[in-house]
């Protein structure tokens, strides 16, 4: 209150110093340039240890590409194909960050010619080069038009990755930000009022990217954080001010002037605001819990921009309403301002209520049979890594690389055993790994000769895989030579440590490596708990706030299992189904519902207490609750789905994935969860919740007395 207050009274003040906030961050972003992952932050088990072998002996491959040349229709002319091939690696052989090209090689089906091209440096030197490589590619392609000329490649299909995932965030900018704005015009029938949520958005994701900066040195990021920040920011930013300037409306429309009802409005909905922040963020921090680089960095991000959130809410979200007065109700939309009017707040959610008020039990029966009965698919949730099957197919450098594995085994990914000793026997110890692995039809393709360190000690033998990265065909190749090929060949060596590692080991240590969701889980649900009891000061609430948020977390897992895994609405949106859910996408998702299902759950648990304090009776106070929070939630709400369906259109399956999970929990927790079962539950449990109306403490003591009569 002391600083909303500060704020409307100093409001031109209160707006410059947002303004050098906003700056200041703006200029981060320009002087410090974000950390991101290195290949050694993901390393795990055996296949870490291979690699942090491998970087020690100096052992790794240098980074190579493939310019592959097939026939779009038909049979390839391979005197043809193989002529283009040479004027390629002539083009391709002098240009910057290219070591050297090899001789054409004709697949055995004589169906394609491979150009094998070694670059220069590391994976991070081969990042910087390959676009001139992928230019030059380009550029033989339109010369011959009549063949198709692609190029593959780690640093390739990273490049196209990456434009794909530009392209994704640019979209999802351009669609949800005019939605938004849409959104809010019908809600509040003003021009000025719709702008104010969307500018403190915008500014608290700008504001949160740049302090993220100096942040990512700690937490780097893997290249989603800026679209996770967007996600996030949008949604409670626009949260935040919905809150707080509805409940600003109401008090002027109540007689008060600007200040009071600036001051009441920071005493009521500032206080759920600073919850809430406080609720997303716990939430939010359960991430950190996970061990995975990816989500400290995501966590990271999503902290950030809700503090911001929040931050901007209290100051200068009350100095803007106290500059522009009762012009915050202009320009209005005519049609729609007469239409608010008439409706008034709660005029369709208390026709909904009232059946709830009536028949507690049977509300609460049928909604929560609704949400256990689309919950239910979610036990049959299979889950696997993102692999190159599930990039959008038309990144070229997709296709080209699917095309290659198919006709070339040497573009096969590969399995690297790598053993590390001073016994004269290591060379004879791979060679009978090789044979034995043979020998064991594990349908491994031989490699080139072991590469050896300059010491002698350390080898590695690579052998290509039977099957593409995160194929489970995979797994009975690395646990038998784990656990019987290779300790078997090194048994007679002295002081021999061994590993397998490589892409496909790497695929299977993270698929098999032991799940920490229980424990996030676990910590975010207590937390969240705790929060509860704290700010309500009763048990039985935050129990139900529990239930109640894993009932539409649970319903949400449902529709993602039908829709990615079954084979729903595949044609609606355009993609092809997997089988399973990316393995990162659940324990996303569910930080984040319960983080957002709390804004909205505090909202409406502090008016519902407003009207106990005020000496309502109780059934009275939950449909005045849910009556007078309902247009704020709905809006709100409206903008989140809105926001989250933007992401659920766009091409990379984890986006898309993100935007249906995350849309349909929204759209089922502001409706039968905030609608129907919320206020059912509570009528319910009605002889343990009347304690709800009683100031526990001094700080409670403002929202009380200034709550309207």
Known sequence: M????????????????????????????????????????????????????IDAASLHDSPSESVLITAPRGALDVERATGVAEQVKATTANLDGVADV??????????????????????????????????????????????TIQQAGEASLDHGINDKVSEDLASAEMLSLPVTFAILLIAFGAFVAAGIPVLLAITSVVTALGLYAPISYLAPDAGTVANVVLLIGMAVGVDYS???????????????????????????????????????MVAMSGLFLSGEPVFDALAAGAILVVLVAVIGSLTVLPAMLAAFGRFVDRPRIPLLWRLNRRIGSGGISGRLIRPVIRRPFVSALVAGGTLIGLAIP??????????????????????????????????????????????????????????????????????????????GRTSVLSMYAPHPVGDQRNDPTIEQLRDTIVPRAVSDLDGATTAVGDSVAESYDYEHQTSRLPLVVGFVLLLTMAMMIWTFRNVTLALLTTVLNLLSVGAAFGVLTLVFQHSWF???????????????????????????????????????????????????AVELGIRDTAGVVTSAAAVMVSVFAVFATLD????????????VAILLDATLVRLVLLPALLLGFKSRLQGLGRVASPEDEPAAELAPA
Do not use: N
Not at 584 to 609: A, E
């Open 378 to 455: 979610a036990l049959g949730m299979s889950t696997r890594e993102s692999t190159v099957e599930t990039l959008p197919q038309d990144i070229p450098a997709v296709q080209a690389f699917q095309r290659a594995q198919a006709s070339f085994p040497s573009e096969h990914p590969t399995i690297d055993v790598v053993l590390r000793s001073d016994d004269s026997g290591a060379a004879s110890a791979l060679r009978e790994i090789e044979g034995e692995a043979v020998r064991a039809d594990l349908a491994l393709a031989s490699g080139e000769a072991p590469r050896v360190s300059k010491d």
């Open 652 to 663: 990379m399956m984890e986006m898309k994935q993100m935007g249906v999970g995350l849309s």
């Open 102 to 147: 090899g001789a054409p090689i004709v697949s055995e089906r004589r169906d394609a010619v491979l150009v094998p091209v070694t670059m220069t440096g590391d994976e991070d030197d081969a990042a910087d080069h390959v676009g001139a490589l992928i230019a030059a590619t380009a550029q033989a392609q339109k010369a011959h038009p009549d063949l």
């Open 2 to 53: 002391r600083v909303a207050r500060w704020s409307a009274l100093h409001p031109w003040r209160a707006i410059g110093l947002w303004v050098a906030f906003v700056a200041s961050a703006i200029a981060l972003t320009s002087s410090v340039q974000s950390k991101e992952l290195g290949d050694e932050d993901f390393r795990i088990g055996d296949s870490g240890r291979a690699s942090a072998m």
């Open 242 to 280: 919905l809150f707080y300037l509805k409940r600003e409306r109401e008090e002027r429309a109540r007689g008060r002037s600007t200040i009071d009802a600036i001051e009441i409005a920071a005493a009521t909905s500032g206080r759920a605001v600073v919850v809430s922040g406080l609720a997303v």
């Open 570 to 620: 595949d044609g609606l949106l355009d993609f092809t189904s997997s089988g399973s859910v990316v393995d990162w996408i659940p324990l996303f998702c569910f930080v984040v519902l319960i983080g957002l299902s709390m804004d909205y759950h505090v909202f409406v648990m502090t008016r519902v207490r407003e009207g106990l304090r005020r000496g309502l009776p109780f059934e009275e």
